[in-house]
C-alpha cells in the first residue's frame, strides 16, 4: 500500500500499478461474486466486473425493469442472472447492491445465506453505521467490507469503456477469512477503480451523506436558484440567467477546473473575475458555513438516514419523488437549459458535430500550451 502526500497529509492507498488487474483476477478466481440488485451502481460494477474477465452472477427480482435490463446487457437467466435468493446462494461474495432503503428489507433473506467465510460487500457505509435504524448485522463468520465508487455508476461504467477510472474508498469492517484486505482491493480494482483510498464504514457514509446533500447536489442547486432569482428578477432574460449560472460552469470553467485546479482557474480568467472572485469567495464561504454545520450533525445524529429511510420505504414513495422531480424539472431555470442544451452545436445537425470535433481538438492543443509549467 502506497503512502501518498495529499496537500501534506499522508493517506494510504492503493493504485493499479501496485495491485494491478492480473493479481485482482487471482484473487478472484475462485470466487462467484453476486451483484444483488441491478439499478444503478449494479450494471456498472457487474460489467466492467466481467469484462475483467471475473465470474460474476446477477440476483435481481423477475418482471422487474431491471431484470429485462440485465438481459439486454447480456446476462443469461439460469446462467449468470438469477432470482435474488437463488444468486445469494451461488455468490461466495454477496455485493448488497439494492437502494439503502430496499436492504433493510431484503436483509433477513441475504443473512440466511452468509454462510462461514463467505463476504459481504456493499458500496456504502449506510446500512452497517446505522444498523441501530435498519438492523443489518452481518454474523461474525463473515468477511464484510465497502468499496465505494465517489460518483455515479453511470460514470464507472463509461470512464472505464474510455479507458480511464472513477476513483473509490474502501474500507473493511470484519475480516473473519484473514483475507478480507486481498478481496476487498481485489474487488475494487475488478470494478474498475482508478485507484482506492482507505476510510471506515462511518467516515464513509457521513462524507457521502454530506456530499450529495451539499457541494454535489444540494448545495449547487441552491446557489443556482438563488442567483437564477436574483438575475431572473433585476430583468435579465432566461439565457442570459442561465448561461452565467450553469452553463458556463459546466462547458467552460468546471472542465478547467477538474484539469487543473480553482487555483490555476483563478489565475487563468480576466483580472475583473480574479478580483471579485477573491473578494467574494469567503463571503459565500461564511455564509454557507452554518449550513454545513447544521447538515454535519444532522448526519452524524442519524436524522438524515431516518428521513431517507422513512420516505423511500413508503408505499407511495415514487409518485411523491416524481412530483418533486417534476418541481425542479419544470423549473423555468432548467426549462430554460433544456434550451440552452439543444442549441449547443454538438446537439444540433451531424455537420455541426464534425465541425465541433475539429474545434474540440484545437481548443485542446492551445489550452494545453497555455499552462503554466510550459
Ligand atoms: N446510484 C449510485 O450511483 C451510487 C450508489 N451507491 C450505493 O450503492 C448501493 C446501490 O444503489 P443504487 O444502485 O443507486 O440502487 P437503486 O436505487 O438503483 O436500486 C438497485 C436495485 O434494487 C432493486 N430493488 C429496489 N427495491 C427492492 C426490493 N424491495 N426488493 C428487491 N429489490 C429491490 C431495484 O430493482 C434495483 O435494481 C446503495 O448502497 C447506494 O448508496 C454508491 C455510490 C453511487
Ligand atoms: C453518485 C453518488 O456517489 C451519490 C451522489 O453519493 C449517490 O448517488 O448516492
Ligand atoms: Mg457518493
Ligand atoms: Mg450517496
Known amino acids: 500500500m502506497a503512502k501518498l502526500n495529499f496537500g501534506g497529509v499522508e493517506e ?30 449494479g450494471p456498472g460494477q457487474a460489467l466492467n466486473q466481467r469484462d475483467n474477465g471475473i465470474h460474476v452472477i446477477v440476483g435481481q427480482r423477475r418482471n422487474s425493469k431491471s431484470w429485462d435490463k440485465a438481459v439486454r446487457d447480456g446476462f443469461v437467466p439460469g446462467e449468470t442472472l438469477f432470482e435474488i435468493e437463488e444468486a445469494l446462494e451461488r455468490g461466495t461474495i454477496i455485493c448488497y447492491l439494492l437502494s439503502d432503503a430496499a436492504q433493510i428489507q431484503l436483509w433477513p433473506t441475504v443473512k440466511k445465506h452468509l454462510t462461514p467465510g463467505k463476504a459481504l460487500y456493499f458500496s456504502h457505509g449506510f446500512g452497517i453505521t446505522y444498523n441501530d435504524q435498519t438492523g443489518i448485522v452481518p454474523p461474525a463468520e463473515v468477511d464484510v467490507f465497502l468499496v465505494a465508487p465517489k460518483g455515479s455508476g453511470t460514470s464507472l461504467r463509461r470512464m472505464f469503456l474510455q479507458g480511464r477510472g ?40 457521513y462524507s457521502d451523506l454530506t456530499g450529495e446533500r451539499g457541494t454535489l447536489m444540494g448545495a449547487i442547486q441552491g446557489l443556482f436558484a438563488a442567483q437564477y432569482e436574483v438575475l431572473r428578477s433585476k430583468g435579465h432574460t432566461p439565457s442570459e440567467a442561465f448561461n452565467e449560472t450553469v452553463e458556463e460552469l459546466t462547458q467552460s470553467l468546471m472542465p478547467l477546473v477538474a484539469e487543473n485546479g480553482m487555483d490555476w482557474m483563478y489565475a487563468n480568467c480576466s483580472t475583473t473575475a480574479q478580483r471579485g472572485a477573491l473578494d467574494w469567495w469567503k463571503k459565500f464561504r461564511d455564509a454557507t458555513l452554518p449550513v454545513f454545520n447544521d447538515l454535519y450533525e ?34 423555468e431555470l432548467w426549462q430554460a437549459g433544456k434550451t440552452v442544451r439543444s442549441l449547443r452545436p454538438e446537439n444540433q445537425d451531424p455537420a455541426a458535430k464534425s465541425e465541433n470535433k475539429l474545434h474540440k481538438s484545437t481548443a485542446k492543443q492551445k489550452f494545453s500550451s497555455t499552462l503554466y509549467h510550459d
Open 166 to 205: 472513477l476513483n473509490s474508498s474502501y474500507a473493511i469492517f470484519q475480516d473473519a477469512t484473514g483475507r478480507a484486505f486481498e478481496r476487498v482491493i481485489a474487488l475494487g480494482i475488478a470494478i474498475g477503480s482508478g485507484y482506492l483510498f482507505e476510510t471506515n464504514f462511518k467516515k464513509e457514509v
Open 298 to 331: 444532522s448526519v452524524a445524529t442519524g436524522k438524515e438516514a431516518a428521513k431517507s429511510i422513512e420516505s423511500n420505504s413508503k408505499p407511495d414513495y415514487r409518485e411523491k419523488l416524481e412530483a418533486e422531480l417534476k418541481e425542479l424539472r419544470e423549473s
Open 12 to 41: 494510504n492507498v492503493v493504485t493499479r500499478e501496485e495491485f494491478p488487474l492480473v493479481k485482482a483476477q487471482k484473487v478472484l478466481q475462485n470466487e462467484v461474486v453476486a451483484i444483488i440488485g441491478y439499478g444503478v451502481q
